[in-house]
């Protein structure tokens, strides 16, 4: 319990000789002497809280008072006497205690020490204290001496019994609340300086993620006797607990910085009807408590492990598993007993089939125009829909290539949508279509864009390679000995195609620069499982797939010297990976051997060398939906496809 704290303490000195001065000692100007009188008035516990330039406390029962002589560092006074109620030169008041004491000292320079004692006769407690008091004696004037008594801090506290805050990587400004008290228990409040500073320090940090405003505290900062300091933590450092100590002579206290420590701290991605569902790990150092998990409304739930979202023991770890379940965008909370709370961003994407007026489709092509319509090549004809109208539906608008067919379908370096197949198609204005036909020598099958600003399409099972420019003409080249299939381009403007074949380890996949064909194209040939669907990754990487064999061509770009590294992911029995796409940092494929078609998501970066193994989540469509040959990225990362009847959306978390 604080008590008000407060006193006038004054030293007056004047010429003359006044009343009842008590025994002097010797003079040290040939025995002339001047009256010193103390006058101290002591606040009574009920006392109202003013403030006067001078600390004292109201258990205070005796004051002791040493003078030296800095002239001769000869003791001119040490005398003690009581402050109570009946004490001689003593008068109580309604609030106060009003004493008066008389000395004698010669004209000189002296210093000071006065005591504060918590019992009569200097006996007790010291509860406060002013030391080196300067002073001088005059003959003939008023002499007083203007000091302060300090309190002397003999406990020290911190308001808060823990500080906490997340690990987010962010800078955090916390603040903590000292006081202290003297030995009455009284909190030490201004006018004044401790009598011995409060020194805080910092251990349990090696990477030094924390931080104070200050590392002395002179006096209490505010009226009620608190002073306030900030501790900034540096959550990009690590840090798992630490100590804050503050300490005042003998008297000492600490306080522990214990940050919500949690994993992974990003985003979070998850999709419905994944087959392995995300964690998050939480801890915090010393803490017992359970968690509050909050936020998640009805895009996830949440089970803990240990079930009480509690840790078992003190500071032990909480896995939280997300289970999603809906569509939809959130902000996940942990929260401990104390407030403290992390927030882990959420997002949950997940399959959204629509029906179209079409049946007994055949999509081998899809890409999206200059506007974001998406463009699907359905043999004989070609659709185009605006994915933003789909609601449980897509309205397709078909354009017909009467007798040709078409395989795939591009948006072109002109802006304009191309498609390939038994000719090449260019169209324009497309309120109905423009139709513009050219003539290949051979029938087309794949096409890509490359860096010579011209399409290149494929021929599937035949052993060339078309140049198709944006005036029409087409330029066949042989590609020998290979039979090109799937194309891609990578970054640095090279073409990669795949070849039909079984992943016996004898095919392989061939690349070519544009700048290299004249009546062929120079061919530089990697040794790999053969592949179906290929894909430039957003890291540069060319990937290609042939059933459960996943193939990365490193470095990016490359015609020679190039190495191919085959990886295997977990996947249904019989799957005939076909279609391969790269959105965002995952690779995207599809099994077209099952009905219903299954989708998977393969994370590159779980790719080991050691295993050969890549990590693999697997999404099986709805019932019935069938004939995923290809798919296309929109400029939100969501993934269309179109199957036999039916749009296929895997909508981005």
């Not at 009546?519 to 669907?533: E, K, M, R, V, Y």
């Not at 099952?594 to 994370?603: A, F, Q």
């Amino acid at each position: 319990m604080r008590t008000r704290l407060c006193a006038a303490l004054a030293l007056l000195l004047a010429a003359g000789c006044a009343r009842g001065p008590q025994a002097l000692p010797t003079a040290p100007s040939g025995g002339v002497t001047a009256t010193a009188t103390m006058h101290l008035v002591i606040p009574l516990a009920n006392a109202p809280a003013s403030r006067r330039p001078a600390y004292i406390s109201t258990q205070t029962q005796s004051i002791g008072l040493t003078v030296v002589s800095t002239t001769t560092s000869i003791t001119a006074l040490n005398s003690t006497f009581n402050v109570t109620p009946g004490s001689a030169g003593c008068t109580t008041g309604t609030t106060t205690i009003t004493c008066t004491e008389s000395y004698a000292l010669g004209p000189d320079s002296y210093q000071a020490t006065i005591t504060a004692y918590s019992s009569t006769a200097g006996g007790g407690s010291v509860l406060s204290k002013a030391t080196n008091v300067a002073f001088t004696v005059q003959l003939g004037v008023a002499n007083a001496i203007p000091f302060t008594l300090l309190g002397l801090p003999n406990s020290v506290a911190f308001a808060q019994s823990v500080l906490s805050a997340p690990a987010d990587g962010a800078m955090h400004h916390l603040t903590l609340t000292l006081s202290s008290t003297d030995a009455s228990g009284n909190t030490i409040v201004p006018p004044g300086n401790y009598n011995t500073p409060i020194s805080l320090s910092i251990s349990g940090d090696p990477n030094g993620a924390l931080s104070l405003s200050t590392s002395t505290i002179a006096a209490p900062a505010n009226a009620s006797g608190t002073t306030s300091v900030t501790v900034t933590y540096d959550a990009s450092k690590s840090l798992t607990s630490a100590t804050i100590t503050a300490t005042s002579g003998s008297a000492t206290t600490a306080v522990n910085v214990n940050p919500l420590v949690y994993t992974p701290t990003s985003s979070h991605a998850m999709y419905v009807g994944q087959t392995i569902d995300p964690t998050v790990t939480v801890s915090e150092a010393h803490y017992s408590g359970a968690f509050t998990i909050a936020g998640l409304s009805s895009t996830a739930t949440t089970s803990c492990v240990p079930v009480s979202c509690a840790p078992s023991s003190a500071g032990g770890s909480v896995v939280i598993t997300l289970s999603p379940s809906a569509i939809g965008q959130a902000t996940m909370t942990v929260t401990d007993t104390a407030g403290t709370q992390a927030s882990v961003s959420v997002g949950v994407g997940g399959l959204k089939t629509y029906t179209t007026s079409q049946s007994g489709l055949t999509i081998t092509g899809i890409a999206l125009d200059s506007s974001g319509n998406i463009w699907l090549a359905g043999r004989g004809t070609l659709y185009d829909f605006n994915p933003n109208t789909c609601t449980t539906s897509c309205a397709l608008t078909s354009t017909s290539l009467g007798t040709e067919t078409a395989s795939d379908v591009i948006l072109g370096p002109d802006g304009k949508m191309w498609a390939v197949g038994s000719k090449v198609e260019q169209l324009t204005g497309c309120s109905p279509c423009t139709i513009t036909t050219y003539a290949p020598p051979t029938a087309l099958y794949q096409a890509a864009i490359g860096a010579d600003g011209n399409i290149w399409a494929t021929s599937q099972f035949l052993t060339s390679v078309d140049r198709i420019t944006t005036s029409g003409t087409i330029t066949s080249f042989t590609a020998t000995p290979s039979p090109t299939n799937f194309i891609t381009a990578s970054p640095s403007g090279v073409l990669y195609y795949t070849i039909e074949g079984a992943p016996d380890g004898a095919s392989h996949l061939d690349a070519f620069t544009p700048s290299s064909c004249s009546s062929t194209c120079t061919i530089s040939t990697n040794s790999a499982p053969a592949g179906n669907g290929i894909t430039s990754a957003p890291n540069g990487l060319i990937w290609y797939v042939s059933g459960t064999y996943l193939t990365e061509i490193s470095p990016a770009g490359c015609t020679s010297a190039c190495t191919a590294t085959t990886y295997t992911f977990t996947a249904v029995s019989g799957v005939n990976g076909s279609p391969i796409t790269a959105a965002g940092s995952y690779l995207w494929t599809n099994d077209v051997s099952h009905s219903p078609n299954v989708l998977y998501r393969i994370d590159p970066s779980s790719c080991s060398t050691t295993t050969s193994t890549c990590t693999s989540i697997s999404f099986a469509l709805p019932s019935g939906v069938s004939g995923v040959y290809k798919m296309a990225v929109d400029s939100s990362g969501n993934i269309w496809a179109g199957t036999t009847s039916d749009i296929v959306e895997m909508v981005a978390p």
